[in-house]
């Protein structure tokens, strides 16, 4: 999750981005030639069991056993009234009034 600071004119507010993926667009019969969809509708973290794979799987979805990327994002923000705790993924952004 990333937050988003925005300074207007020394007026601070908080806003944070929430990450949902909803239905997998993978084509699985794009080397036949036509699309073949399997139909998951969300992904959900943690499908694919690998003791090899280092990576883990939480990006693995297991409904499709999909990659989370093949899933379409839909990114909302919304305001929060102040930063629950210290993060390491802000983007701060400054408006300047005279510009707007
Ligand atoms: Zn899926």
């Known amino acids: 999750m990333s937050q ?8 601070i507010s ?9 239905e997998c667009k993978h084509n699985h019969g794009v080397h036949y030639g036509f699309v073949l969809l399997d139909g ?3 992904f959900i973290s943690g499908g694919r069991r690998n003791e ?3 990576v883990g799987d939480a990006l693995i979805c297991a409904n499709c056993n999909c ?3 093949f899933h379409r994002r839909e990114v ?15 983007i701060y952004v400054t408006l300047d009034p005279s510009v707007i």
């Not at 909302?76 to 802000?90: A, D, F, G, M, S």
């Open 76 to 90: 909302t923000i919304r305001p929060i009234p102040q930063p629950r705790e210290p993060h390491n993924n802000v």
């Open 40 to 42: 998951c509708v969300e």
């Open 4 to 11: 988003i600071v925005f300074d207007f004119d020394g007026e």
């Open 14 to 22: 908080y806003y944070e981005l929430v990450m949902n993926y909803k």
């Open 67 to 69: 990659h989370r990327n």
């Open 52 to 54: 090899d794979d280092e």
